[in-house]
């Protein structure tokens, strides 16, 4: 849980360590179901899904390899496979922090868009 994370944190005596980031603590704080979360994966491809869940820390050998403990779960991972679709303020987004809001005007659009294509593609 949370706690614990915390008081994990409060065992290094240094400053990797010492605080948490504010990237990690929006993600556990301000991120709240139902919102959508973009990822832009090793495979250089950009992803977006609707999150279900709150935060969780996963310890497994293949979440700590892959940098990625701590978790919120997605009904699903959808793909952008088009890349000339993605408008170039997506990538400049991922720049400088591994978590932030998005709070393009050209990107909360797109997303829109997204979400709009696969309800109709589910209706």
């Known amino acids: 849980n ?8 409060e065992k290094y005596d240094n400053e990797y360590y010492s605080e948490l980031s504010s990237s990690l603590r929006k ?4 991120v709240k179901i139902g919102d959508v979360i973009w990822l832009h994966a090793k495979d250089g491809y950009y992803y977006f899904g609707v999150v279900k869940s709150g935060w969780a820390f996963n310890n497994d050998l293949e979440a700590r390899r892959m940098d ?15 890349w000339e679709s993605v408008p170039p303020e997506l990538p400049h987004n ?4 591994t978590f932030r809001e998005v709070s393009n005007s050209v990107v909360k659009e797109f997303t829109l868009e997204q979400l709009r294509r696969l309800e109709n593609e589910n209706s």
């Open 27 to 30: 993600f556990h704080d301000e």
């Open 68 to 82: 990625a403990s701590n978790q919120r779960e997605v009904y699903q991972w959808h793909k952008i496979e088009d």
């Open 94 to 97: 991922f720049l400088g922090q």
């Open 2 to 9: 949370w706690k614990e994370y915390l008081e994990c944190f």
